[in-house]
Each structure stands twice: as C-alpha cells, then as structure tokens.
C-alpha cells in the first residue's frame, strides 16, 4: 500500500525552465511533508518542507505548494540548473505509530536538467 | 553542524559473518533511524529509537538488530544475511521524534552480502 505516491519516474526539462515534480498521498493523518534530492550512492538531502496548516513555502529557487483537499504537493524549481539533475523524493510524516514519528517517502522522480 | 556520519561506506560480506554498521551524529538530535533502500526503490523505514530507545521495529528480520549505545550514537549488528539483503543502509537523525521537523541523513554504507 503506497500511502505516498509520484506517478512521474522521469521528467527532462531545459536548463533555465521550470521544473515541477509532483506528489499525492493517501493518508489523511499526514500534516507535515518534505522533499529530498539524491544523487547516486549517497544519502537523501533535505530540500524544503511545508506543513499542513500553510499552502505555500519558498525557499530560494525552490517553491512546495500543498492542496490539502485534493492530497497533492508539487515542487517547483525555478529556474533550473544542471546541478538539479538529481532523483527528487517527497515524504510525509504526521501518522504517529508507537511512540515517534517517522517519514513515509514516495518513489521517487529523476530529473534531467539539459542544456 | 548538519552531518550525520554512517561508517564504513562499502562493506562487503559473507552469509555466515557478522558485521556492524555504525552512525553517528553531534546535533543533540532525540531521534535516530535506519532506513533500507533498494535500486529504483525509495527508502524504507527500518527502526526508530526515541530518546535512546526503540520506539519502531517495522517488522525488521531478527538477523537485522539495532543498538543505540548513546544519544549521539546508532549501531545496527547484522547476522546471517542472505544476498536480497544487499542495498544501501541509511542513517538519519531529527530533532525531536515528537515534532515534525526534518530528518538529516547520512552517507549511507553499499552493503554486498555474497
């Protein structure tokens, strides 16, 4: 059951354009999400995160949008630079189990940054 | 300081060895985690120590057992492993297991089972 979900594997965009990677989720017990940028062979690094109660969060190049109603996120990055060619992972958090929270990520979309 | 530090960062090992992975991190962090992740697949949840004390096991192999010796550091002992264990082994960290807050990752150790 993938509670968190991006439907796009890959996405190609010219360098200088916008980006826009998506997200849903299922569970409605989220209220805290977070996007991760990976390269290879190396631990994911925390990009910008947004909480349930805002619909918008900026930070530099980097823009989360939140619809709560219809459990969707995007990330758009603006404008694009090669050295965003990376795989983008969303995550969730909110749904306390036991006694800690714990991130639920999605599957992940590689983004190509062309010249 | 937003490092999280998992050594080593290759291992490779036989069915029958026993091996440790080891994290750590200096950011005063109550929280600390393993995470699996296979090619192609995003990361997944293995353990969660709270305050030094397991508060999640995702229904982790018990040839898979974790440690927390101390606040800053994580320990995951591995016994017996056979080669679908093989993937990347994460480490993270977060402020506060009761808050929302990020999760800082480490490098991550390649793990080989042959």
């Known amino acids: 059951d993938q509670q968190v979900k991006q439907n796009s594997p890959s996405l190609s965009v010219q360098e200088g354009r916008i980006s826009i990677l998506n997200c849903d989720y299922t569970n409605s017990m989220f209220d805290y999400f977070l996007w991760y940028k990976k390269y290879p062979a190396e631990g994911p690094t925390f990009l910008i995160s947004?909480?349930?109660?805002?619909d918008k969060n900026e930070d530099g190049r980097f823009t989360v949008f939140l619809n709560k109603s219809a459990k969707h996120l995007s990330l758009h990055i603006v404008p694009s630079q090669p050295g965003d060619s990376a795989v983008y992972f969303c995550a969730a958090s909110g749904d306390y189990t036991g006694t800690a929270s714990k991130l639920t990520f999605g599957t992940g979309t590689r983004l190509q940054v062309t010249l | 300081d937003t490092e999280v530090t998992q050594t080593p960062k290759h291992l490779v090992m036989g069915m029958t060895n026993k091996k440790s992975l080891k994290c750590e991190q200096h950011?005063?962090?109550?929280?600390m985690y393993w995470y699996k992740q296979k090619a192609k697949k995003p990361p997944e949840l293995m353990f969660v120590?709270?305050?030094?004390?397991?508060?999640i096991n995702e229904s982790v192999p018990s040839r898979f057992s974790p440690e927390c010796p101390n606040s800053s550091l994580l320990n995951l002992h591995l016994h017996a492993l056979q080669p679908e264990d093989s993937a990347l082994y994460l480490c993270?960290?977060?402020?506060?297991?009761?808050?929302?807050?990020?999760?800082?990752f480490g490098q991550g150790t390649r793990l080989t089972v042959v």
């Open positions: 993270a960290s977060s402020q506060d297991p009761f808050r929302d807050t990020e999760a800082f």
């Open positions: 947004i909480s349930s109660i805002k």
């Open positions: 120590y709270s305050y030094e004390k397991l508060s």
């Open positions: 950011m005063g962090h109550r929280a």
